[in-house]
């Protein structure tokens, strides 16, 4: 954060510099221009037409550069208001007066030097003195107006911090809500098995710790390979059918090259558990559950269906549909949306719209 600062801090100085520059040096040849092109006034030599200009620039740069340093050093810009506004135009007039007088009194020694009798006459310094406050009217408004442009686009940028902060904190709270949720099922099953069939609940056992390394390790990141979801929702899908055993079917499709694709952890696991807790659970003869990843270009599509239908009360899905919904909100945006449907063939399909992300991405 400090670095950033720096940097950025750096290139606002050098931006200032360029502009300051740039800026005056535009202004000083301007104002030798027109005096050469001005044939109808006495033309003073090369040397002091070229100097005149350059003086006046070299003035208006330190003069600004000064109250640039005065404006920062105490802080004006970071109270801004009808009191200040009024107390900036009090201090820009002052400069230009000043300026005026310096720039006069220059102007004044060059003719007393070269002896070009310069019209010295109230109009031409009223003239003068108007355009040192113009220019320096025109500095201040300038200066302000990048001044909050920049100001706007550090809160917007603090803004987006914080809610990139505030995404993760919740990122974070959503998969700690999510594996006491997952394990609550798991040992509910084992619970059961432990005195219908212990050799098989050892068996649970060992599939459970390799699901709770499994889940440890989602905590930490925000996309896995798919290979690695799909051996966990395997290993979850062990230890289910041996509670359910010849009540639950299940069917894999993964398309070809699919198990290089990153996905969130625990997704496509929460899809089916959704199934057999809302679906083959419900049945007493039990069901089918179609597990299918497709993927084309720019999208992945996980799909699961099982045999049974949308309950009214449960229509939107338990805790862990709605937890995917968010985590899914969280990471994609409106890029992605998880859908939960009944089928005319007495089947509810569950579908997850994801973009494809390259396999070689972060986690």
């Known amino acids: 954060m400090n670095l950033d600062f720096h940097i950025q801090d750096r290139s606002s100085r050098r931006a200032y510099w360029l502009c300051q520059l740039g800026g005056w040096s535009a202004l000083a040849l301007y104002q030798l221009s027109a005096g050469l092109i001005d044939n109808t006034a006495h033309m003073p030599p090369t040397v002091v037409a070229v100097a005149e200009p350059l003086l006046s620039a070299l003035y208006g740069l330190t003069a600004t550069h000064l109250l ?94 914080l809610e990139v902060i505030a995404q993760e904190a919740q990122l974070q709270g959503l998969r700690a809500q999510l594996n006491p949720h997952f394990f609550f099922n798991c040992l509910n099953s084992l619970r059961e098995m432990v005195q219908e069939n212990p050799q098989r609940a050892q068996l649970m056992v060992t599939q459970l710790s390799d699901l709770m390394r499994y889940t440890l390790h989602s905590n930490q990141v925000d996309l896995v390979p798919l290979a690695t979801e799909v051996q966990a929702v395997q290993d ?19 398309a070809d090259g699919a198990l290089g694709l990153r996905v969130p952890p625990m997704l496509l696991q929460t899809l089916v558990e959704n199934s057999l807790k809302h679906g083959i659970a419900c049945l007493p003869q039990g069901g089918e559950i179609k597990i299918s990843v497709r993927y084309r270009e720019s999208e992945i599509q996980l799909e699961v269906v099982n045999t049974g239908r949308i309950y009214p009360e449960k229509s939107a899905g338990g805790v862990g549909l709605r937890n995917a919904r968010k985590r899914l909100q969280l990471l994609y945006g409106p890029r992605a949306n998880l859908t939960l449907q009944e089928t005319n063939d007495n089947c509810v399909r569950a579908m997850v719209r994801i973009p494809q992300i390259a396999s070689g991405a972060s986690g």
């Open 236 to 254: 979850y899908l062990a230890l289910e059918t041996i509670r359910f055993e010849e009540r639950l079917t299940v069917t894999w499709n993964v």
């Open 68 to 161: 640039y340093l005065y404006l920062r050093r105490h802080g004006w810009l970071q109270k801004l208001g009808s009191t200040l506004i009024l107390q900036l135009c009090g201090v820009v007039v002052l400069l230009a007066i000043s300026l005026d007088a310096l720039d006069i009194s220059s102007m004044y020694l060059v003719d007393h030097w070269f002896l070009l009798h310069l019209p010295f006459t109230r109009r031409f310094m009223l003239l003068n003195l108007g355009t040192w406050v113009v220019v320096m009217v025109g500095w201040m408004a300038l200066y302000l107006a990048i001044h909050e442009l920049r100001r706007r686009r550090s809160q917007e940028v603090h803004a987006l911090r």
